[in-house]
Protein backbone atom coordinates (compact mmCIF):
# COMPACT_ATOMS: atom_id res chain seq x y z
CA UNK A 1 0.00 0.00 0.00
CA UNK A 2 1.29 2.90 -1.17
CA UNK A 3 3.07 5.60 1.97
CA UNK A 4 -0.56 8.16 1.35
CA UNK A 5 -2.84 5.60 1.68
CA UNK A 6 -1.19 3.93 4.47
CA UNK A 7 -1.00 6.78 6.89
CA UNK A 8 -4.56 7.16 5.87
CA UNK A 9 -5.93 4.29 6.65
CA UNK A 10 -3.83 4.18 10.41
CA UNK A 11 -6.70 6.91 11.35
CA UNK A 12 -9.11 5.90 13.66
CA UNK A 13 -11.62 7.26 12.13
CA UNK A 14 -10.63 4.21 9.54
CA UNK A 15 -11.02 1.79 11.81
CA UNK A 16 -14.46 0.24 10.22
CA UNK A 17 -13.11 0.23 6.99
CA UNK A 18 -9.63 -1.27 7.74
CA UNK A 19 -11.53 -4.14 9.34
CA UNK A 20 -14.58 -5.15 6.98
CA UNK A 21 -13.59 -3.69 3.90
CA UNK A 22 -9.84 -4.31 3.23
CA UNK A 23 -10.45 -5.25 -0.52
CA UNK A 24 -11.95 -1.58 -0.57
CA UNK A 25 -8.85 -0.26 0.24
CA UNK A 26 -6.56 -2.36 -1.36
CA UNK A 27 -8.31 -1.37 -4.80
CA UNK A 28 -7.97 2.52 -3.64
CA UNK A 29 -4.42 2.10 -3.20
CA UNK A 30 -4.25 0.67 -6.40
CA UNK A 31 -5.71 3.23 -8.12
CA UNK A 32 -3.51 6.47 -6.41
CA UNK A 33 -0.42 4.62 -7.37
CA UNK A 34 -1.46 4.10 -10.74
CA UNK A 35 -2.41 7.58 -11.02
CA UNK A 36 0.80 8.63 -9.26
CA UNK A 37 2.81 6.99 -12.14
CA UNK A 38 0.94 8.45 -14.82
CA UNK A 39 1.37 12.04 -13.03
CA UNK A 40 5.10 12.01 -11.71
CA UNK A 41 6.47 13.98 -14.39
CA UNK A 42 3.82 16.81 -13.87
CA UNK A 43 3.40 16.87 -10.32
CA UNK A 44 4.86 19.32 -8.09
CA UNK A 45 4.65 20.33 -4.31
CA UNK A 46 2.78 23.48 -3.45
CA UNK A 47 2.69 25.09 0.16
CA UNK A 48 -0.40 25.27 1.61
CA UNK A 49 0.26 28.14 3.44
CA UNK A 50 1.27 30.08 0.10
CA UNK A 51 -2.60 29.00 -0.71
CA UNK A 52 -3.90 30.67 2.05
CA UNK A 53 -2.17 33.65 1.72
CA UNK A 54 -3.93 34.08 -2.06
CA UNK A 55 -7.06 33.87 -1.05
CA UNK A 56 -6.62 36.24 2.03
CA UNK A 57 -5.44 38.57 -0.62
CA UNK A 58 -8.26 37.80 -3.03
CA UNK A 59 -10.98 37.80 -1.04
CA UNK A 60 -13.30 40.26 0.50
CA UNK A 61 -16.87 41.41 2.08
CA UNK A 62 -18.63 44.26 1.96
CA UNK A 63 -22.01 46.20 2.63
CA UNK A 64 -23.77 48.86 0.98
CA UNK A 65 -25.35 51.37 3.52
CA UNK A 66 -27.60 53.86 2.55
CA UNK A 67 -29.75 56.86 3.88
CA UNK A 68 -32.08 59.27 3.98
CA UNK A 69 -32.35 62.76 5.40
CA UNK A 70 -35.05 65.45 4.75
CA UNK A 71 -35.22 68.76 5.85
CA UNK A 72 -36.34 72.28 5.23
CA UNK A 73 -35.94 75.98 5.44
CA UNK A 74 -38.02 79.10 4.66
CA UNK A 75 -36.40 82.58 3.20
CA UNK A 76 -38.41 85.59 3.57
CA UNK A 77 -37.40 87.90 0.91
CA UNK A 78 -37.67 91.70 2.61
CA UNK A 79 -37.75 94.48 0.19
CA UNK A 80 -38.10 92.83 -2.71
CA UNK A 81 -38.79 95.65 -4.65
CA UNK A 82 -35.69 97.78 -3.58
CA UNK A 83 -33.38 94.63 -4.23
CA UNK A 84 -34.80 94.45 -7.65
CA UNK A 85 -33.88 97.68 -8.58
CA UNK A 86 -30.13 97.06 -8.15
CA UNK A 87 -29.76 93.89 -10.20
CA UNK A 88 -30.09 93.12 -13.82
CA UNK A 89 -29.81 89.65 -15.69
CA UNK A 90 -27.15 87.13 -14.36
CA UNK A 91 -27.50 88.84 -10.56
CA UNK A 92 -29.62 87.54 -8.04
CA UNK A 93 -30.33 88.22 -4.70
CA UNK A 94 -28.66 85.69 -2.02
CA UNK A 95 -30.21 83.43 1.09
CA UNK A 96 -28.41 83.91 4.16
CA UNK A 97 -26.22 80.49 4.80
CA UNK A 98 -28.35 77.77 6.10
CA UNK A 99 -27.66 73.88 7.03
CA UNK A 100 -30.03 71.27 6.48
CA UNK A 101 -29.19 67.44 6.22
CA UNK A 102 -25.63 67.71 7.28
CA UNK A 103 -24.90 70.44 4.95
CA UNK A 104 -24.93 73.68 4.26
CA UNK A 105 -26.80 75.56 1.75
CA UNK A 106 -27.82 79.06 -0.21
CA UNK A 107 -30.73 79.87 -2.61
CA UNK A 108 -30.19 82.09 -5.39
CA UNK A 109 -33.25 84.25 -6.85
CA UNK A 110 -32.53 85.80 -10.34
CA UNK A 111 -35.49 88.45 -10.97
CA UNK A 112 -34.58 88.97 -14.33
CA UNK A 113 -33.17 85.46 -15.38
CA UNK A 114 -29.57 84.20 -15.70
CA UNK A 115 -29.68 84.82 -19.44
CA UNK A 116 -30.57 87.46 -21.78
CA UNK A 117 -33.67 85.49 -22.95
CA UNK A 118 -34.89 85.15 -19.90
CA UNK A 119 -35.55 89.25 -19.42
CA UNK A 120 -36.79 88.74 -22.88
CA UNK A 121 -39.59 86.47 -21.54
CA UNK A 122 -40.12 87.84 -18.72
CA UNK A 123 -38.85 84.64 -16.39
CA UNK A 124 -37.23 84.57 -13.18
CA UNK A 125 -34.62 81.96 -12.00
CA UNK A 126 -34.58 80.30 -8.88
CA UNK A 127 -31.56 77.67 -7.38
CA UNK A 128 -30.26 75.88 -4.82
CA UNK A 129 -26.28 76.29 -4.07
CA UNK A 130 -24.50 74.11 -1.86
CA UNK A 131 -22.31 75.47 0.43
CA UNK A 132 -20.06 73.08 2.17
CA UNK A 133 -16.23 74.29 2.12
CA UNK A 134 -14.78 70.67 1.20
CA UNK A 135 -16.65 67.96 -1.03
CA UNK A 136 -18.21 65.12 0.89
CA UNK A 137 -15.99 62.01 1.47
CA UNK A 138 -19.08 59.81 0.47
CA UNK A 139 -21.50 60.09 -2.91
CA UNK A 140 -24.41 62.69 -1.66
CA UNK A 141 -27.51 62.69 -4.43
CA UNK A 142 -29.92 65.10 -3.16
CA UNK A 143 -33.52 65.65 -4.30
CA UNK A 144 -34.85 69.64 -3.33
CA UNK A 145 -38.36 71.72 -4.29
CA UNK A 146 -38.45 74.88 -4.74
CA UNK A 147 -41.68 76.90 -3.56
CA UNK A 148 -43.10 79.84 -4.23
CA UNK A 149 -45.69 80.33 -1.15
CA UNK A 150 -48.94 81.64 -1.96
CA UNK A 151 -49.50 84.42 1.12
CA UNK A 152 -52.81 85.31 -0.37
CA UNK A 153 -54.16 82.14 1.97
CA UNK A 154 -55.48 80.41 -0.88
CA UNK A 155 -52.56 77.69 -0.63
CA UNK A 156 -51.82 77.33 -4.20
CA UNK A 157 -48.15 77.74 -3.84
CA UNK A 158 -45.79 77.54 -6.93
CA UNK A 159 -43.66 75.06 -7.13
CA UNK A 160 -41.93 73.01 -10.51
CA UNK A 161 -40.56 70.07 -10.53
CA UNK A 162 -38.05 68.46 -8.61
CA UNK A 163 -34.24 69.80 -8.17
CA UNK A 164 -31.65 66.89 -8.56
CA UNK A 165 -28.16 67.69 -7.26
CA UNK A 166 -25.58 65.54 -7.30
CA UNK A 167 -23.79 66.67 -4.58
CA UNK A 168 -19.97 67.62 -5.95
CA UNK A 169 -18.78 70.65 -4.52
CA UNK A 170 -19.47 74.21 -2.64
CA UNK A 171 -21.31 76.36 -5.35
CA UNK A 172 -22.53 74.16 -7.47
CA UNK A 173 -26.14 75.00 -8.36
CA UNK A 174 -29.36 73.16 -9.57
CA UNK A 175 -32.60 74.52 -10.21
CA UNK A 176 -35.03 76.45 -12.90
CA UNK A 177 -33.68 79.02 -15.03
CA UNK A 178 -37.49 79.44 -16.48
CA UNK A 179 -38.17 79.24 -12.42
CA UNK A 180 -41.46 81.75 -13.40
CA UNK A 181 -42.78 84.56 -15.05
CA UNK A 182 -42.11 87.86 -13.23
CA UNK A 183 -45.51 89.17 -13.87
CA UNK A 184 -46.71 86.28 -11.50
CA UNK A 185 -43.97 86.22 -9.16
CA UNK A 186 -44.62 89.79 -8.53
CA UNK A 187 -48.62 89.43 -8.21
CA UNK A 188 -50.40 90.04 -5.20
CA UNK A 189 -50.52 85.88 -5.08
CA UNK A 190 -46.65 85.81 -4.07
CA UNK A 191 -45.58 89.59 -2.92
CA UNK A 192 -47.00 90.77 0.43
CA UNK A 193 -45.50 93.82 1.90
CA UNK A 194 -42.88 94.19 -1.06
CA UNK A 195 -41.98 90.55 0.81
CA UNK A 196 -41.44 87.51 -0.79
CA UNK A 197 -41.96 83.74 0.98
CA UNK A 198 -39.93 80.98 -0.55
CA UNK A 199 -39.69 77.32 1.11
CA UNK A 200 -36.84 74.80 0.42
CA UNK A 201 -37.67 71.47 0.75
CA UNK A 202 -34.60 69.40 0.92
CA UNK A 203 -33.73 65.33 0.71
CA UNK A 204 -30.39 63.98 0.89
CA UNK A 205 -29.02 60.37 0.17
CA UNK A 206 -26.12 58.94 1.05
CA UNK A 207 -24.40 56.15 -0.04
CA UNK A 208 -21.46 54.11 1.37
CA UNK A 209 -19.61 51.27 0.88
CA UNK A 210 -18.58 49.57 4.39
CA UNK A 211 -15.97 46.34 4.51
CA UNK A 212 -17.29 43.79 6.89
CA UNK A 213 -15.03 41.75 8.65
CA UNK A 214 -14.04 37.91 6.58
CA UNK A 215 -16.08 34.74 7.87
CA UNK A 216 -14.26 31.98 6.96
CA UNK A 217 -15.75 28.29 6.63
CA UNK A 218 -13.45 25.73 7.88
CA UNK A 219 -12.75 22.51 5.45
CA UNK A 220 -15.49 20.28 5.81
CA UNK A 221 -14.56 16.60 7.87
CA UNK A 222 -17.63 15.06 7.70
CA UNK A 223 -15.83 11.90 6.24
CA UNK A 224 -13.94 11.86 9.73
CA UNK A 225 -17.15 13.05 11.51
CA UNK A 226 -19.03 10.05 10.07
CA UNK A 227 -16.53 7.60 11.05
CA UNK A 228 -16.09 8.53 14.47
CA UNK A 229 -19.32 8.61 14.86
CA UNK A 230 -20.14 5.18 13.87
CA UNK A 231 -17.05 3.57 15.58
CA UNK A 232 -17.78 5.48 18.93
CA UNK A 233 -21.46 4.22 18.54
CA UNK A 234 -22.97 7.67 20.22
CA UNK A 235 -26.48 7.57 20.00
CA UNK A 236 -27.25 4.61 17.19
CA UNK A 237 -30.92 3.97 17.15
CA UNK A 238 -30.50 0.53 15.15
CA UNK A 239 -28.06 -2.66 14.84
CA UNK A 240 -28.02 -4.97 11.94
CA UNK A 241 -26.92 -9.20 12.27
CA UNK A 242 -24.77 -10.39 9.74
CA UNK A 243 -23.80 -13.92 10.81
CA UNK A 244 -22.44 -13.38 14.35
CA UNK A 245 -21.55 -10.14 13.80
CA UNK A 246 -23.33 -7.12 15.03
CA UNK A 247 -23.14 -3.49 13.59
CA UNK A 248 -24.65 -0.32 14.99
CA UNK A 249 -25.68 2.65 13.17
CA UNK A 250 -28.31 5.81 12.90
CA UNK A 251 -31.84 5.66 11.24
CA UNK A 252 -31.88 9.05 10.48
CA UNK A 253 -28.19 8.59 8.47
CA UNK A 254 -29.59 5.23 6.65
CA UNK A 255 -33.02 6.84 5.41
CA UNK A 256 -31.30 10.18 4.66
CA UNK A 257 -28.47 8.33 1.90
CA UNK A 258 -30.29 5.10 1.02
CA UNK A 259 -31.68 5.09 -2.72
CA UNK A 260 -34.01 2.59 -0.59
CA UNK A 261 -37.16 3.05 1.06
CA UNK A 262 -36.42 2.44 4.79
CA UNK A 263 -39.38 2.19 7.21
CA UNK A 264 -37.15 2.00 10.72
CA UNK A 265 -39.43 3.84 13.01
CA UNK A 266 -40.39 1.11 15.14
CA UNK A 267 -37.83 -1.23 14.28
CA UNK A 268 -34.33 -1.44 16.59
CA UNK A 269 -32.83 -4.64 14.68
CA UNK A 270 -32.54 -5.80 11.98
CA UNK A 271 -31.70 -9.77 11.74
CA UNK A 272 -30.59 -12.56 9.13
CA UNK A 273 -28.89 -10.10 6.72
CA UNK A 274 -27.20 -11.79 4.04
CA UNK A 275 -23.24 -11.08 4.06
CA UNK A 276 -23.00 -10.21 0.25
CA UNK A 277 -25.57 -7.83 0.40
CA UNK A 278 -24.52 -5.34 3.60
Known sequence: MSYSIAALVKQDSFN??????????????????????????????????????????????SVTIRRMETGSHDWPVKKYSVLRKEIGVSRFIMSDEFTSCGHRWKIRLYPYGTKD?????????????????????????????????????KGDHWVQDLVKVAFVKHGLMSGHDNYIKRRMLESLIYLKDDCLAIRCKIRVFTCQIQTLPLIRVPESNIGMDFGKLLESRESADVSFKVGDEIFWAHKWILVASSPLSWNLKDVNTLDNLARHCF
Open 16 to 61: YLRENCPLLLNEMDNYVTETMKKSSTSLHVIDSSMLKSEEDDSESA
Open 117 to 153: DDRMYGHASLFLAPWDEECSSVFVQVLAELYLLDQSG
